[in-house]
């Protein structure tokens, strides 16, 4: 499966994105999906998963209650919803089949105060 990550941009504290990952390939629907994000200097980190199913969601503890990951395997899509955004949540997002090293191209995310 391939993915291609988008809907990133530069928002001000407080604010809201939301990411897109669109995945080709019939077997989207396999695989659990993750979000990871990397900030400049520091290593890539984990956001939140999904399983196959879309039934069951887990969140780092940096953005839960902020942050919703869903999916829609009709349009295989992935997304991750972003509230209350902070200057901490500036890094490049990255997309995930878990399991594989598909990762996609990564979207930036820029959260000014």
């Known amino acids: 499966v391939q993915l291609q990550a988008s809907g990133g941009g530069l928002v001000q504290a407080g604010g809201s994105l939301r990411l897109s990952c669109a995945a080709s390939g019939r077997t989207f629907g396999n695989y659990g999906m993750g979000w990871f994000r990397q900030a400049p200097g520091k290593e890539r980190e984990y956001v939140a998963t999904?399983?196959?199913?879309?039934?069951?969601?887990n969140y780092a503890d940096s953005v839960k209650g902020r942050f919703t990951i869903s999916r829609d395997n009709a349009k295989n899509t992935v997304y991750l919803q972003m509230n209350y955004l902070k200057p901490e949540d500036t890094a490049v997002y990255y997309c995930?089949?878990?399991?594989?090293?598909?990762w996609g191209q990564g979207t930036q995310v820029t959260v000014s105060s």
């Open positions: 999904i399983n196959a199913s879309g039934a069951t969601t």
């Open positions: 995930n089949a878990l399991g594989t090293n598909n």
